[in-house]
């Protein structure tokens, strides 16, 4: 193990991690700044059902929607409830699970705790959270941060623990280091990794449970298009033909999801390697 | 003077299984203030644990364990963390004690950013340096993460760590076990001359015989988290008492042909440290022993002047 493996050169060899990292900022960057050709909520009663061409170039609904313009409307609303609920999991579980790792009773009572709500299906809590709620798609993010934080929470108590025997948080209590800098200096540097990955993996959860709400129809009002709402729209025209109205919607979950987790799965390759 | 003075401490530990290991088992010795001594047994004799008492890093269940006259189980936990800054500790794997995510300056600092901490940085980092050097390293290595170094070089930025607060005491616990030949003799001459120049006291946990011979004043020898014997190096070492002593030399080749150690082989293998045993812990293989010395605690008895030996046969 030398300094160069760890430089920024050799990240280059993660492929996955690149190309998830350009596929996410490219459709980031489409969501805010993309000029869209069509209004994404205004249907054109002339061109319904059009194939993919220059002039649409993911073709139409049957409504007369512009795929292309939807999709990328699409990613402003799905994209950041995703991102804000793996986001805010993260914010919230980090600091729990490194406070769960210090001796007590305590936290094993929190942790058998939580047991209860992991053992809870995400969609099935989604679903209950966003129509009792008004049936708004944005209070998904209550439904992902409650899974979400503690599995975070447990990912970081499980690796903290074993962290927390190592000689090197010995050597910081001989030296007289208090709970709180063994916690934030020692620990929370060596599961950088490990956070940033579940939280990519988190991420890509809660876009899955965004677009399958959506997809049911939970939290949606008709002309707002959401990944999920657009696939149900084009599913029964699949076999009519007319593959590009769900088609197009459902390769940018499919890439943001798989993106995602590449990120993920690199992630843990090049933080294990740095600190072993 | 005595640094440290340990009385009757007894250290037991709960298995998950809800067994009990005596690790530490009624333990009395005092460490004269600049002196290095040495504790040594096998793996599992409770050297470690010994050590981790002294350093307050554990509680004896009982006994006393005091550090400058001041007995650690009188002391707040804030008193206990001040008297941190007076102990140093160097562990047995050079990359496992430093942490993989801080850099080599920050590693040795720490200590002054927690006990010192309205000294200004500029002022940190010239202190750093300096002892960078003292113990051989180019300062320039403040900059690099521990990985980027070889285990020698590990072990000196442990060293320095150790010694950054200027502590009267350095626990060395197993410090050279871990280091190539020609490293371990280099790391034990730095060791030799940081004491001269800082009047340090170590406390040198080993089973490297060799190695305690070349480096110790007094020897204490631990079998079963008991003290079987202690005394100054040269008597224990020379003309040991205790037949597990005895053992324990005798498993090595010397190298003064003019030394022929008594061949004392022990029986069996070591008894379980979950089982207390109420007479001689060395009952069972010992080669000497008599009715006598399954009966009743074998205290440790004077022989010659300081040389002291728990067995009724020595």
Redesign the interface.
């Known amino acids: ?3 160069a493996e760890s430089s920024p050169g050799t990240l280059r060899a993660h492929f996955g991690l690149w190309f998830g990292l350009t596929v996410i900022t490219a459709m980031l960057v489409a969501a805010v700044f993309a000029p869209l050709p069509y209004d994404p909520i205004k249907p054109n009663a002339d061109a319904v059902l059009q194939a993919p061409s220059a002039a649409y170039w993911m073709g139409t609904d049957s409504i007369g929607f512009d795929v292309f313009s939807r999709v990328i409307e699409a990613a402003r609303r799905d994209l950041p409830l995703a991102f804000g609920g793996a986001i805010i999991s993260a914010v919230i579980g980090v600091p729990l699970g490194l406070a769960t790792t210090l001796k007590g009773r305590a936290s094993e009572i929190i942790m058998r705790g939580l047991d209860a709500f992991q053992a809870f299906p995400l969609l099935v809590l989604a679903i209950a959270i966003v129509t009792l709620t008004g049936n708004r798609l944005e209070m998904v993010i209550f439904a992902i941060v409650l899974i979400e934080t503690p599995r975070m929470m447990r990912l970081i108590r499980s690796e903290g623990l074993a962290i927390r025997e ?3 948080i ?9 709970p709180r ?1 063994i916690l934030f ?2 620990l929370l ?2 599961v ?1 990794g490990i956070i940033l990955a579940q939280t990519s993996i988190a991420a890509a959860n809660s876009l899955t449970v965004v677009a399958a709400l959506s997809f049911l129809g939970i939290g949606v009002s008709p002309p707002d298009p959401s990944w999920g709402v657009m696939i149900q729209a084009g599913a029964r025209l699949m076999t009519s033909g007319q593959w590009w109205v769900s088609l197009f919607p459902g390769v940018a979950v499919f890439l943001a999801v798989m993106s995602l987790n590449l990120i993920a799965d690199d992630l843990d390759v090049i933080f294990e390697r ?3 | 003077m005595s640094l440290i003075e340990l009385e009757h401490v007894h250290r037991t530990f709960r298995r998950p299984d809800g067994t009990v290991v005596y690790a530490v088992h009624d333990v009395s010795l005092t460490v004269a203030d600049g002196t290095t001594v040495a504790i040594i047994g096998e793996s599992g004799s409770g050297k470690s644990t010994l050590g981790r008492l002294v ?1 307050g ?1 554990l509680t004896p269940d009982s006994g006393r364990v005091a550090f400058e006259g001041k007995t650690l189980s009188t002391l707040s936990a804030e008193e ?6 007076r ?1 140093g ?1 160097v ?1 047995q ?1 050079p990359f ?7 850099k080599v300056g920050a590693i040795v600092e ?2 002054l950013i ?2 010192a901490p309205n000294l200004k940085a500029e002022e940190r980092r010239q202190r750093v340096s300096a002892l960078l050097q003292e113990v051989d390293l180019d300062p320039q290595i403040a900059a ?2 521990p ?2 170094l070889s285990g020698g070089q590990q072990q000196r930025v ?1 060293i320095a ?1 150790a010694l950054i ?1 200027q502590p009267s005491l350095v626990v060395l616990d197993e410090p050279t076990s871990s280091l190539d030949l020609s490293v371990r003799a280099q790391i034990l001459n730095l060791f030799g001359r940081l004491k001269q120049a800082r009047g340090l006291t170590y406390m040198f946990i080993s089973h490297d015989i060799t190695t305690v011979e070349y480096f110790s004043d007094h020897v204490v020898v631990l079998y079963l988290g008991r003290v079987v014997e202690q005394g100054p190096t040269a008597k224990v070492l020379r003309q040991p008492r205790h037949p597990y002593t005895q053992a324990l030399l005798s498993a090595r080749l010397s190298v003064d042909p003019s030394v022929s150690p008594p061949h004392l082989p022990l029986t069996g293998d070591p008894p379980s440290p979950t089982r207390l045993v109420s007479g001689c812990p060395l009952v069972g293989r010992c080669p000497i022993e008599t009715p006598e010395c399954a009966r009743a605690p074998i205290a440790l008895q004077t022989k010659d002047e300081d040389h002291r030996v728990a067995c009724l046969r020595a």
Do not use: C, K
Request: hydrophobic share 40%; glycine share 4%; no cysteine.
């Open positions: 193990m030398t300094a190592s000689r090197f010995e050597a910081a209590e001989a030296m007289g280091a208090r800098r200096v020692h540097p060596n950088t740095t600190s072993r | 350093l890093l206990i963390r001040r008297q941190r800054a102990i500790v562990f794997e496992e004690q430093l942490n993989p995510r801080l720490e200590p927690i006990h690099r993460y990985q980027a442990g760590r607060m």
